[in-house]
């Protein structure tokens, strides 16, 4: 009866367990996915800089000048913002890395519970079988004297 309650709290505890690496999965490709935009925001806030440098050198008015400067400024405070939507995912990453490493670790002594009782199992058989055992090595000897 109680291997069986523990057979029903293993089952949930792997349940958990894998709803959790699940979870983490999902805040690791987030967190990928935010690096990528950070990267993309990187590489087009370079390629407008360089455009910028490129016109200037061809000679810009006060407003392309202005409107250059606002966009790198734009593009700057994006990129800002993405950092911290990168930091609070890798935030994300160790809630749910430590969630799942409690998971596993709850699962692991469910698991323990276990094989300790069918340990316990095994040798409550062995010495019912030695009782067995010695109570016919005496009834055969008590019958053949």
């Not at 087009?44 to 392309?64: E, I, K, M, P, S």
């Not at 935030?91 to 799942?100: G, P």
Request: charged letters at 30%.
């Amino acid at each position: 009866m109680a291997s069986s309650a523990l057979l029903t709290l293993i089952e949930l505890a792997i349940n958990d367990v894998e709803n959790a690496a699940k979870n983490l999965g999902r805040c690791i490709k987030a967190r990928d996915d935010a690096n990528t935009q950070l990267n993309l925001l990187h590489q087009y806030r370079n390629d407008y800089v360089n455009r910028f440098q490129a016109n200037a050198q061809t000679g810009l008015n006060v407003t392309q000048f202005t409107n250059f400067q606002g966009f790198i400024n734009k593009l700057d405070q994006a990129i800002e913002g993405q950092k911290k939507i990168v930091a609070d995912a890798e935030y994300k990453i160790e809630l749910a890395r430590k969630n799942w490493q409690e998971c596993e670790k709850k699962r692991l002594s469910y698991k323990t519970l276990i094989d300790r009782n069918a340990a316990a199992e095994v040798i409550k058989e062995n010495k019912r079988d030695q009782k067995q055992t010695d109570e016919r090595a005496g009834r055969t000897l008590f019958y053949k004297k």
